[in-house]
């Protein structure tokens, strides 16, 4: 009996032993499987941003290729025939006699100087917007203020908007998605904005009715800052003589500015031109006659400054101007927007709402 019970004493001993050994065995195997989990994770966020970057660089090139040859062999050389070059030039050049046609080439005015400097009132964040809607008559005023936020002010005139409460006699308008960065528009009685929380899209939002009348997906837009001095702004919106336009900077250009029009009912995109002018630096830009001014500063903020303008009608796509300077005034600008009615600015700089008057020549 005492021999039986001893030998059964050691098989439960080798039996917890061998127990011990299975449930180490067991860990070493759940570590190893939670490491290769956690590096497929880390593969696929790699996949799935490569992905991303692949669907948006073929959407770039759909938007830019308007014939693709014909694979004609085995080893897949293309070769375009020497008829469907001729007919792709026509194309390309009717499509350019259209597209002056479009943005008309009467607005044959360029900016040559900033006369004045007012400053209108201070309230507010560091960074947002103020503006007038210019394809309507009247005379309201409208303020957003922060980078993220909801609520939209309007006030019935600008002597109103000076009075020392800002909110005592405007209207309170709430979105029902919030806007990101300060690059909004109001537009015939539209608010154009870059939804928060979004890469790249676009809400058109009714004022008066206070509902979402469209949105559209802007291409290629909203991966870096517009501006590398105001990164809060990813997608910067524009309005001139001739409508809607979008500012934004893309990887693709290396941080360069690329300008897109929109044609605001239905939202699609009309067309768009990598331009020269560099992301860096810049701190805001704005749209007058069909032409692009980029505005520098330093990141610690000083003068303001004018040094890239790009006409999309002009020779060259380019002028060659002398570097125009804001009226004396240190700090930043958050955004800077075109009234084309009156042909002013209407700036926000460090919480402060400001106009700028501006001096105009006919292009030559």
Not at 14 to 41: Q, T, W
Request: charged letters at 25%; one cysteine or more; hydrophobic letters at 35%.
């Amino acid at each position: 009996m005492d021999r039986r019970l001893l030998s059964l004493e050691n098989r439960l001993e080798k039996c917890n032993h061998d127990i011990l050994d299975y449930v180490e065995e067991f860990r070493d195997l759940s570590k190893m499987v939670l490491s290769r989990l956690a590096g497929l994770n880390s593969y696929k966020a790699q996949v799935k941003g490569e992905v991303q970057n692949l669907l948006t660089r073929i959407e770039r090139a759909q938007r830019d290729i308007d014939y693709l040859g014909s694979v004609t062999d085995s080893n897949a050389c293309v070769e375009v025939h020497e008829d469907l070059m001729k007919q792709q030039l026509l194309e390309e050049a009717e499509e350019k006699k259209k597209l002056k046609l479009l943005l008309n080439a009467s607005c044959d005015h360029m900016l040559t100087g900033i006369k004045s400097l007012k400053i209108v009132k201070k309230t507010g964040d560091k960074h947002g917007s103020w503006m007038k809607d210019p394809g309507k008559k009247h005379t309201k005023i409208y303020l957003l203020n922060g980078s993220v936020n909801n609520v939209l002010w309007e006030f019935a005139n600008i002597m109103i908007f000076m009075e020392n409460n800002q909110t005592l006699n405007a209207r309170r308008v709430t979105l029902p998605f919030p806007w990101e960065g300060a690059g909004q528009v109001i537009y015939q009685g539209f608010l154009f904005y870059h939804r928060y929380g979004s890469l790249n899209e676009i809400i058109k939002f009714n004022i008066q009715r206070r509902k979402v009348a469209d949105q559209m997906l802007l291409p290629g837009a909203g991966r870096i800052p517009a501006y590398q001095l105001s990164p809060q702004t990813k997608i910067d919106l524009a309005i001139d003589e001739h409508g809607l336009w979008a500012i934004h900077a893309e990887p693709e250009t290396g941080g360069n500015i690329v300008l897109t029009k929109i044609k605001p009912t239905p939202m699609v995109v009309e067309h768009s031109w990598d331009t020269p002018c560099s992301s860096r630096d810049a701190e805001a830009a704005f749209m007058a006659c069909n032409t692009l001014y980029v505005v520098y500063n330093s990141p610690s903020g000083g003068a303001s400054r004018i040094r890239c303008v790009y006409d999309v009608l002009g020779a060259g796509n380019t002028h060659e101007i002398p570097v125009l300077h804001f009226p004396k005034r240190q700090g930043s600008h958050s955004s800077i927007h075109y009234n084309p009615k009156e042909r002013q600015l209407f700036a926000w700089g460090d919480g402060s709402q400001i106009i700028y008057k501006l001096h105009t020549e006919q292009k030559v």
